[in-house]
Structures are given as structure tokens and as C-alpha cells.
């Protein structure tokens, strides 16, 4: 058994529970049509505006993960 | 003269069935001994025969387990016993006694409940438990409305008897979800008592699981929604002095570069009117109305909740101003006298002028739907006038039945539908317009069925109009939306989930369970974890095809293809595997339904470490007394710190996850719609960080002190 570094409940492997998981591959997966929508735009500043910007209607387990991955981008 | 006991299945009816069969419109009402309550018993004198109507309330008996006892699972074995043994709250204990007495006393039983599954259950029980008759020499009246010709209609051609497919399949559903219900809800609670000894009861039921994993399930999609960027176009043209706003014509850009070459390309330029179009839009009149349209009508125009309509229009039903509302037909059989009931309503002021107008017509033709119902007709008017002691709800519902009965035989309605192009140098903006060349059917469901008519500004092609305004605006894809109480209950029906009589009370036992919250349905945590847990540990719980399997089976048992007893011990075998499956994973299904309940509710709560105890953590929380938010520690709980600390009470709290630079207490973060985040210290009070200004109009109870504290971390 081990923890999901979001969330901390636990899960029976991997690194991200299931909802954080969704919500990761969600991130991963728009980033592209973000890029295309502001020509250029990188990873971080992608999450930055994903996890700041209070009008961008994003669900609370993809800015979770979004605030997440900025963290570990710190470090 | 031969004495009849005629069973009903609540008391307004019962009155209504008594007098209409009573010659004289007078039935006696009967001495009851003293232990009866005031329990009404009627005596109706007809052609020298004796009829007795006593009401039931509802079910008068119930499922309960027949075994020695013990909160244990599997549980299979049961028994039909009163409600008022069952349950301690129920009073209907003197309803039974009765049914006794004068079951006893009169051996010709007549069932004269509503007819579905529901009443032959309700009818059914009371003659062979109370009555103690053999189902088979019980009598049957059938009706779809409570007027008197219907009433004395349905007596005098009774059948002979019973529906016993129908009592079968009546009573198998009942028996099949108290079986689901008992063994799911026991299990489930078991196994957090099992896995960490703590007891929380956790109920689930055949339909509601199913249900619920909607809800959860489009919550998940919201949740880990990203939207991607988009751009619309606002524009408006000059036309003498108005400005009207014109679309251009894609909805959405797809990127910046583009929006803004749309708005450099037009802006300051003239337009050129391109085109004029029109095009003809027929719409023939609406399907009568069954329980589902009805209900979701009635969400439409009043945003009355299906459980809502369906009291409302059962009152209506009660009071014989409609057909029987629990209905899924949209088709009228030839039964029904229409001319009857449209000179009728021509007795009434707001429907005088459209009935006259109607009856004038040589063919009087309803339209009809896919669905079909062969216990009754679709929701319709009977005629009777409206009396005057219906609440403002039953009267609006009464209002749209009558007007969509009047619209269903009218004739199609036929719309103009205009569009002018603009063109601006080479891009083409239109504006809409719309007119009503016949009215139809619309004449008659009115208020309900108005259209907007929207006239095209006076300009032909050729035109130049002025641009006053344009630029571009950021928008976003949207999240899918919640469900409300209206769109769940059409998500049930399309899925088959449930049946007309069941569905709106599935939805509301799931807000009363406290699985969702709010008119626009949020799943709550406990509902999530629930749902979450099982998908991935007994899927089979919340099924949707083994939910609608077994409905089709009580359906077999309806149609004479199956017998009760077959599908029972079938049901009995899936639930059987299914609840050997929850056992072996029962460990791991209660600790994370435990934790998952635990959570999902402080995560989004908990701040941090209270730097004050080091025991205990800060959270968020509320109240109980003055409702109002406040950062607490948990250490008081166990009577071991108290620290605690007011914050701004507007916008969304949540855990700001980093430590305030200036006392190291953990922040917390406010978001406002349309405003930049604010992240605030908890401990302002005493930190050092806090302007003094803050500290003191907060001192002098200046009214939103803590905003203008949130204001200026800025
Ligand atoms: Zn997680
Ligand atoms: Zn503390
Ligand atoms: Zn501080």
C-alpha cells in the first residue's frame, strides 16, 4: 500500500490516486490546444495560469495536481 | 341484496369512490369502535346492494427479515407483516383492524386502488392478510379518473379478478429490492465496522447505487475538467443612433492570433449587407403529456422538482381534475370521449375561447407519442371545474395539463426564420431574426409555448451600416453540468432505471441519505467515496445493467413470461455472488470507504501542524452557532488547544498549502469569482506581517474589516 502524492489517501500502487490520475492526464493531455491557443506557452506557465488564474474553470483535482507538479518543479 | 367491501387506497379517494357509487350522492359514514380512531368507514346504498369503502394509507404491510434476529449478512428470508409492527412511528394500525372487521362480516371483496403495481401491492395485502381471501375470487375495479361516471363505470363492469401477473411482479419487486436493500446496506456498513470498529451506517439500494453513480460520475468529470482557451467576437452596429449586436459567423476562435486578426481586419471599416435569408421552421404540436413530460414541463416553466409535480398533480388526480398521473403513456385510446371533455372546459373562462375554438373544428384528433401505458391514458383534463381550495402549485399544474391538452390538437405551427449577412471587409457577421407566419398549436399552449419574435432591422442588400463596436473576449470550454432533480430523473428514465412511480423518491432519499447536495447536484464526499470505492471493489453494486435486468425480470413476471417465485430465487443466486465477492474484499472495501469518508472531507480543510500545540492540525470550519468560518485548531476537540482565529467570510477557503513568511503559521488561500486569489495568515492577529490599519478597523467592528485586509496583501 502506498500514498497518493496528491492526496495522500491510499492506493494499492502507483504514484496517484485514480481521480488524480484522471486529472493529471487531463493537464497533459490539453496542454498542446494551449500551446496552439497562445502560440507559445511552456510547461510551467501552463500550470501557473492552470493554478492562479481564478476565472479558468478548472476542476479542483486537476489545480490540485496543476499545484502540485509546480512544487516538485521547485525543487 | 348482496353486501360488497370495497378496498381504497387513501381516504380522499375512498370518499370520492363512496359517494359516486351511493345513489343518492350521500354515503353514511359507519360507527367504528373507539380503538379505530377516526378512521372513516362509508356504507353506499346501490340498486338495494351494500357497498363498504373503507381507505387504506398507502402500504398497510411490509417486508421484514424472518430470522432470529442479528445484523448479519446474507439475509434472505422473509416475511410480509404489518407496517405498523415493523415500524413503531407507523400509525396504521387501526386501518388494519378494519379491513378485519369487516372483512369478516362481508365476503364479496372488491380492490379499488390505483391501478399499477403499486396499488395492486397496496390491494392485494390488505385482501388476503387482513380480509382473508383467496386472491382469486377477488374483484377488481379499474379507473384513470376519480369522476363519478368513471368510478360507477369501473364498479359496474369490475373484473372478475384480479391481475395476478401484476400482484406477482407488484410484490417481487418489493421483495427483490428489500433483499438488495438489507444486504448492500448491511454490508456495506459492516465492513468499516469490520476494517476499523468505527459504525457508520452507509445505505445503498437496488435503484439508488445505480443513480448515484451519475452523479459521482459527472462530479469526476468536473473535477478534473481543463478547459481549454477559446475567444468569441463582440460586436455591435450603429443603426440611427441604436446599437444591436451581430454575430460573427464562427462562435468560437481557437487562438489569440486569430481574434485578433478578426478585430484588426474589421475594426473602424463599414459593413456591406450581403445577403437576406429566410427560411420556413414547421413544428407540429407537442405529444400528450405522460408522468415524465409532465414533470419535466413543469421544472421548465415553475422549476418544481419532480417529487414536487408528482405531489401536486396526485392531488389534482384526488380531487378528479385529472387523469392518473402516474402514467407513461402518450397515446390515447379510443375510450375517451374528447368532444365530452372539451365542452367542459368551454365552461370554464380561460379556456372557453380555445375549447369553442377547437370543438368547431369536423375532426378532433389528438396527437400521440412512442410511449405506450395499457394500464391508463395519458395526463388529461377531466373537465370537472376547478374548485377552490387547490394551493397556488396544483393550480399552475392544473393550468399546463389543460393547455397542453388543448394543444394537442391543434394544428403545426410555422415560423419564419431570418438571417441577414454582413459582410465586413470579407468577414460576415449575421443578425438573427425570427416571426410566426401560423400560430397552430402555440395559440392553444399558451403562456406556455411563446416564441420571441425578433424583427430584422429595415435594410436591404446592398446596405452600409456603421461598426460602433468590436473587440475579442477570452472564454473557455465549460466543465459538463450538474445534473438538477429534472435532468437526473430523465437520465433515469433513459437508462431505464427505476419506474415512473419510483423515480422522483429515488432522488430524494439520495439528498436525504446526504449522498448529494443542492439544486444543481453536487455528489457530496460521502456519496463520492461510496461510489468510488465500490466501482473499483463491487462494481456489480452499482450496476447499471444488472439494475435493469432485474427491472425486466419484474416486467417478465408482469407479462405471464415468468413467475415470481423464478425470478425471486434468480435474484437471490446474482445477489448471492455478488455479496461472496464484497466478503473477500470486504478489508480493503471498509478501510477505504472509512478513509475515503474521512478524507476527502478534511483535505479540503486541513491548513497545516497548529504551530501553537504542535499536536493538533488547523482547519477550516464553521459555527455551529453563529454559522460564521473560522480557522480552529483540532486539538480542541480533545479539550487540548483552542487556538482559533476569524477570516473572511466571502469566497471559496481552502488550504493555501505554505507557511506565512513573517510567523510560519499555514496560510490559507481565498478565491473570489472574477478576482486573483488572495493568500492570507491565519494568525493576522498577532503577526507580524498584519498592517495595523487592519487590526484596528477590525478592533472598532468595522464592518468587512478582514476584506480590506484581503484586498491589500495584494
Ligand atoms: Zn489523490
Ligand atoms: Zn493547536
Ligand atoms: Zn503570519
Redesign the pocket.
Known amino acids: 500500500m502506498v500514498k497518493c502524492v496528491v492526496c495522500q489517501s491510499t492506493i494499492e500502487k502507483g504514484e496517484y490516486c485514480d481521480a488524480h490520475t484522471i486529472a493529471k492526464n487531463n493537464l497533459e493531455k490539453r496542454f498542446s490546444d494551449w500551446q496552439k491557443a497562445y502560440e507559445k506557452m511552456s510547461w510551467k506557465e501552463y500550470l501557473t495560469r492552470i493554478s492562479d488564474d481564478a476565472d479558468i474553470p478548472v476542476g479542483e483535482w486537476a489545480k490540485e495536481v496543476a499545484i502540485y507538479l509546480l512544487e516538485q518543479n521547485k525543487k | 341484496m348482496t353486501d360488497y367491501l370495497c378496498i381504497s387506497e387513501k381516504p380522499t379517494a375512498a370518499k370520492r369512490i363512496a359517494t359516486a357509487l351511493d345513489e343518492k350522492g350521500k354515503p353514511k359514514k359507519l360507527p367504528v369502535p373507539r380503538n379505530f380512531g377516526k378512521i372513516p368507514v362509508w356504507e353506499s346504498m346501490r340498486k338495494g346492494d351494500r357497498i363498504v369503502t373503507i381507505p387504506a394509507l398507502g402500504h398497510l404491510y411490509s417486508t421484514v427479515e424472518d430470522s432470529a434476529g442479528g445484523w448479519h449478512y446474507p439475509a434472505f428470508s422473509y416475511k410480509w407483516t404489518p407496517s405498523y409492527l415493523a415500524n413503531e412511528k407507523n400509525k396504521t394500525r387501526p386501518f388494519i383492524l378494519a379491513f378485519k372487521k369487516f372483512g369478516k362480516e362481508i365476503s364479496n371483496v372488491i380492490i379499488a386502488t390505483d391501478y399499477d403495481l403499486e396499488g395492486e401491492v397496496i390491494g392485494a395485502t390488505i385482501a388476503k392478510f387482513a380480509c382473508g381471501q383467496d386472491l382469486a375470487n377477488v374483484k377488481r375495479m379499474r379507473f384513470s379518473t376519480l369522476t363519478k361516471s368513471d368510478i360507477v363505470n369501473s364498479f359496474e363492469h369490475r373484473d372478475p379478478t384480479v391481475n395476478i401477473n401484476l400482484v406477482n411482479a407488484g410484490f417481487a419487486r418489493h421483495e427483490i429490492d428489500w433483499l438488495f436493500g438489507i444486504n448492500l446496506t448491511r454490508a456495506l456498513t459492516l465492513s468499516i465496522k469490520h476494517a476499523t470498529g468505527r459504525y457508520k451506517l452507509i445505505t445503498t439500494g437496488r435503484v439508488q447505487g445505480p443513480t448515484l453513480r451519475f452523479v459521482a460520475d459527472r462530479e469526476r468529470d468536473i473535477q478534473t475538467f481543463v478547459p481549454i482557451p477559446r475567444w468569441v467576437i463582440d460586436a455591435k452596429i450603429d443603426l440611427d443612433g441604436d446599437e444591436i449586436f451581430i454575430e460573427y459567423n464562427k462562435k468560437f476562435l481557437s487562438s489569440l492570433k486569430e481574434a485578433e486578426k478578426v478585430v484588426v481586419e474589421t475594426a473602424g471599416r463599414d459593413g456591406i449587407v450581403k445577403e437576406i435569408g429566410s427560411r420556413k421552421i414547421t413544428q407540429k404540436p407537442p405529444s400528450p403529456f405522460n408522468l415524465g413530460t409532465l414533470q419535466s414541463e413543469a421544472y421548465r416553466h415553475f422549476g418544481y422538482t419532480p417529487s414536487r409535480t408528482l405531489r401536486a398533480a396526485e392531488t389534482l388526480y384526488l380531487n378528479a381534475l385529472i387523469s392518473y398521473p402516474r402514467t407513461s403513456s402518450q397515446q390515447f385510446t379510443s375510450a375517451i370521449n374528447h368532444r365530452d371533455i372539451l365542452t367542459q372546459l368551454t365552461k370554464s373562462d380561460p379556456y372557453r375561447i380555445r375549447a369553442n375554438k377547437l370543438l368547431s373544428k369536423s375532426k378532433i384528433q389528438p396527437t400521440f407519442g412512442k410511449k405506450k401505458d395499457p394500464a391508463h391514458p395519458p395526463i388529461h383534463p377531466t373537465g370537472k371545474k376547478l374548485a377552490g381550495n387547490l394551493r397556488n402549485e396544483e393550480r399552475n399544474l392544473y393550468n399546463l395539463i389543460v393547455c397542453r391538452y388543448l394543444a394537442i390538437f391543434g394544428e403545426p405551427s410555422i415560423k419564419n426564420g431570418l438571417r441577414l449577412d454582413l459582410d465586413i471587409n470579407g468577414h460576415i457577421f449575421y443578425f438573427r431574426g425570427m416571426k410566426v407566419l401560423k400560430k397552430g398549436w402555440l395559440e392553444f399552449y399558451a403562456p406556455f409555448g411563446r416564441v420571441d419574435e425578433v424583427e430584422l432591422p429595415d435594410l436591404a442588400v446592398g446596405d452600409v451600416v456603421k461598426l460602433a463596436y468590436i473587440n475579442h473576449k477570452q472564454s473557455y470550454t465549460q466543465p459538463p453540468a450538474r445534473y438538477n432533480p429534472n435532468s437526473l430523473l430523465k437520465k433515469m428514465e433513459e437508462q431505464e432505471l427505476g419506474t415512473k412511480a419510483t423515480r422522483a423518491s429515488t432522488i430524494d432519499i439520495l439528498y436525504n441519505r446526504g449522498y448529494m447536495e443542492d439544486e444543481s447536484i453536487n455528489a457530496t464526499d460521502l456519496g463520492f467515496a461510496v461510489i468510488d470505492t465500490l466501482e473499483k471493489n463491487s462494481p456489480d453494486i452499482i450496476s447499471i445493467e444488472l439494475t435493469r435486468k432485474l427491472q425486466r425480470e419484474i416486467e417478465n413476471i408482469q407479462t405471464g413470461k415468468k413467475t415470481r417465485e423464478a425470478v425471486l430465487m434468480e435474484s437471490i443466486v446474482q445477489l448471492k455472488d455478488i455479496l461472496e465477492k464484497f466478503h473477500k474484499r470486504e478489508k480493503i472495501i471498509g478501510i477505504t470507504l472509512q478513509e475515503q469518508v474521512q478524507n476527502l472531507k478534511q483535505r479540503q480543510r486541513i491548513l497545516g501542524k497548529c504551530p501553537k500545540c504542535k499536536q493538533g492540525e488547523l482547519i477550516i470550519t464553521r459555527s455551529i452557532r453563529t454559522k460564521k468560518r473560522f480557522v480552529g485548531c483540532t486539538g480542541f476537540y480533545k479539550k487540548q488547544c483552542d487556538w482559533s482565529a476569524p477570516i473572511p467570510q466571502k469566497g471559496y477557503a481552502a488550504p493555501a498549502k505554505k507557511n ?6 499555514p ?1 490559507l488561500t481565498i478565491r473570489r469569482k472574477g478576482k486573483r486569489p488572495f493568500t492570507i ?1 491565519p ?2 492577529l498577532n ?4 498592517p495595523d490599519e487592519v487590526i484596528d478597523n477590525y478592533r472598532n467592528n468595522k464592518a468587512g474589516a478582514l476584506d480590506v485586509f484581503v484586498e491589500e496583501e495584494t
Open positions: 506565512c513568511k513573517h510567523c510560519g503559521f496560510m495568515c494568525n493576522w503577526c507580524p506581517g498584519t
